[in-house]
């Protein structure tokens, strides 16, 4: 069965070839689809089998969340609490939910991970990559990775996102069981393999160790970096080849260089500096410098528990400098660069049918309307949805 969704006002292609400007815009229009593929893109009045109205509304292609946390157990509402009250950052917390998710049996898990899911769907995204990293143990992270693969084909070994507690002091050593054992472990299940060089986590030569063992068993390469000040690791991300480094918050002349000329994503997190009082980065100064730049939501139970990819856009139009296009374009084909994919982030003939429908006329409404719950339906997505979190 073909469908024809018609009487679009505004679709968003996400293909300058389609439309106009770098978006593709074009106004009155329509899309058709064959099951999961685009076959049509075009002016309003297209035929199909069946026919969704779109009334006037915008389309955009479905959202791409890059970065996220979503397999865990338990929340950490308090220590945000205690932060807005002034308490500082520092990514301990980590542990407390390495703790609760231990603890955790797989189909608390696995229950919680579809309700998230169900949460993403209904926020406009179709596409979302899943870490592990609250295992921070063999057989934990395994069951993490087993997880987040059965939900997405985007799944990253994230054993690397902190020393747990019985390693305290003994940083080169869990280095080693994350490299070897707990790798061996997860490396049927991922893409991609991650770690946190920070200050309080693993530095340079910790990450590079991790990063190479990732390269060596075939996966792919992403990183997270200077999130809570300056550090080596955006340089080391394109060192390595990273797809992306995320955060971002800090970055210095040399790094926005090194990111220029490579094709190594920033992807920024801007829910993550507002929920630990960071500062935002400069999104304008990268973007004028020739970084390809992604949004992503870091939904995580500790520094950002949201799903929303429109708030994480009004921030970073509102505090980061970006122009509403940028910000679009950040979580769709900015998302897909970040994941090294061509197929999301688009609506092209040929194309999964994935697409977000906003209750409202322009992409505009996405920064201009914070916080009101602007997506009025989400079709299609590349992860496991269960019929009850279906809200198309």
Known sequence: ?????????????????????PLGVL?????????????????AGAVADERLDAGGRCV??????????????????????RRM????????????????????????????????????HRAGTTTVEIKTGYGLSVDSEAELASLAAEATPEATFLGAHLVPGEYQGRADDYVELVCGPMLDAVRGHVRWID????????DADQSRAVLTAGRDAGLGLRLHANQLGHGPGVQLGVEMGCASVDHCTYLSDDDIEALASSDTVATFLPATDFSTRQPYPDARRAIDAGVRVAIASNCNPGSSYTSSLSFCMALAVRDMGMTIDEAVAAVTTGGAAALR??????????????????????????????????????????????PAGDQT
């Open 27 to 43: 106004h009155d229009a329509s899309v058709v689809t064959d099951n999961d593929t685009v076959v049509a893109v075009g002016p």
């Open 195 to 202: 770690v946190f060089c920070e200050t309080g986590a693993f």
């Open 85 to 120: 009250a002034g308490e500082p950052y520092d990514g301990g917390g980590i542990r407390v939910t390495t703790d609760a998710t231990r603890n955790a049996g797989r189909a608390a898990l696995r229950s919680a991970l579809d309700e998230r899911l169900a949460e993403v």
């Open 1 to 21: 069965m073909t469908l024809v969704i018609d009487n679009i006002g505004e679709l968003v292609t996400g293909d300058p070839a389609l439309g106009d400007g």
């Open 341 to 386: 994919r061509s197929d999301v982030g688009r609506i092209v003939p040929g194309g999964p049918a994935h697409m977000t429908i906003l209750d409202a006329p322009s992409r505009h409404h996405l920064a201009y309307r914070p916080g009101v719950p602007l997506i009025w339906r989400t079709l299609g997505a590349d992860y496991r949805l269960q």
């Open 60 to 81: 955009l292609p479905g959202f791409v969340d890059s970065h996220t946390h979503l397999v865990f157990a338990g929340d950490r509402a308090e220590e945000f609490s």
